[in-house]
């Protein structure tokens, strides 16, 4: 590896220390180029400032979570399918809460992805939409805009983690079988729109 491309992996991994270790707060400039044993100059060289670097760990995020998403699909069972996603997706939420802040909760004041890092959001979506039009194809969901119907499941997927990760809730509520339910509700009410079915 290049002696810059050797810099550019020394920072990037500065900067997943600090967001996973301390938050999106902690990743300043400063304490990315010590933590690298580098200069700030660097940073600008290498990335051209804060947003750059932070741009970086955004993608990282969901090139994670549009991982987790592949690594349960698809299969014979289209639903199924919609299930065993929602479930990555909660892993990948709990498991992640750092780079989840980042990604959904925008903490950076300002931060704007790239297009190159809008590019990945919407391969992110797409891996979602895909398993909707195979349920659609399949006569489990109604022949909607996949992008659309994806859309009300990620953000159903996205309000429970949120609040599970903030404990926004009374003591003793079970997560898990709180989302699970949400989700088979989800899915039960979708068959119930799709077409040939009696609700």
């Known amino acids: ?110 931060f704007e992805p790239s297009d190159a890092a809008q590019v990945v959001v919407r391969a992110t979506l797409e891996e979602l939409a895909s398993r909707v039009r195979a349920a659609m194809a399949d006569g489990n969901v109604p022949g909607v805009d996949p992008v659309t119907t994806a859309i009300a499941v990620w953000a159903t997927c996205h309000g429970l983690v949120s609040l599970e990760i903030a404990d926004a809730a009374p003591e003793g509520v079970d997560w898990e079988a709180t989302y699970t339910f949400t989700v088979e509700a989800l899915l039960a009410g979708l068959h119930a729109l799709a077409p040939g079915t009696t609700g």
């Open 1 to 110: 590896m290049s002696p810059v491309g050797t810099t550019r992996d020394s920072l990037l991994r500065a900067a997943h220390e600090l967001l996973v270790s301390e938050g999106p707060a902690a990743v300043t400039i400063r304490r990315v180029a010590a933590g690298a044993n580098s200069t700030t100059m660097t940073i600008y060289s290498q990335f051209g400032g804060k947003d750059g670097i932070i741009d970086e760990l955004f993608v990282e995020g969901f090139r994670v979570l549009q991982a987790a998403l592949q690594a349960v699909g698809p299969s014979a069972d289209p639903v199924d399918d919609l299930r065993r996603g929602a479930a990555a997706y909660r892993h990948f939420a709990l498991e992640n809460t750092a780079y989840y802040s980042l990604m959904f909760q925008r903490p950076i004041p300002d």
